[in-house]
Nanobody
Framework: QVQLVESGGGLVQAGGSLRLSCATSRSIFSYNTMGWYRQAPGKQRELAATITRSGTTNYADSVKGRFTISRDNAKNTVYLQMNSLKPEDTAVYYC??????????WGQGTQVTVSS
C-alpha cells in the first residue's frame, strides 16, 4: 500500500509562513513527479505546485512567487514552503505522487488556515 505522510499544516496569520512536508517510500519518491494540491471548502481540488525527478518545478499562477516546492532525495521527502500567505490560501493541502501513467497516489491531507 502506497503511503504519503504529510505534516506541517496549521493556523497562521496573513503574511506568515508555513512549511509542509510529505514523506514517502523510496520506490514512490524516486520514480514519480511529486506535487502539492489543495482543496478549499466548496471548491474543486487544484494543483499548486509540482517537481519532477530532475528538479524541474511548476507553479499555479495563484502561488507563483510565494510558494516553493523542493525535494530531498536522501529523505524521500517533498516540501512546500509557503510565504506571504493569504486568507484565500486556506485549504486542505494534499501531497501526491504523479506517475507518468495511471492515477495519482495521495496523502491524507493537512489543513492550512490563514486568518486575516
Amino acid at each position: 500500500q502506497v503511503q504519503l505522510v504529510e505534516s506541517g499544516g496549521g493556523l497562521v496569520q496573513a503574511g506568515g509562513s508555513l512549511r509542509l512536508s510529505c514523506a514517502t517510500s523510496r520506490s514512490i519518491f524516486s520514480y514519480n513527479t511529486m506535487g502539492w494540491y489543495r482543496q478549499a471548502p466548496g471548491k474543486q481540488r487544484e494543483l499548486a505546485a509540482t517537481i519532477t525527478r530532475s528538479g524541474t518545478t511548476n507553479y499555479a499562477d495563484s502561488v507563483k512567487g510565494r510558494f516553493t516546492i523542493s525535494r530531498d532525495n536522501a529523505k524521500n521527502t517533498v516540501y512546500l514552503q509557503m510565504n506571504s500567505l493569504k486568507p484565500e490560501d486556506t485549504a486542505v493541502y494534499y501531497c501526491a505522487a504523479i506517475p507518468a501513467y495511471g492515477t495519482n497516489y495521495w496523502g491524507q491531507g493537512t489543513q492550512v488556515t490563514v486568518s486575516s
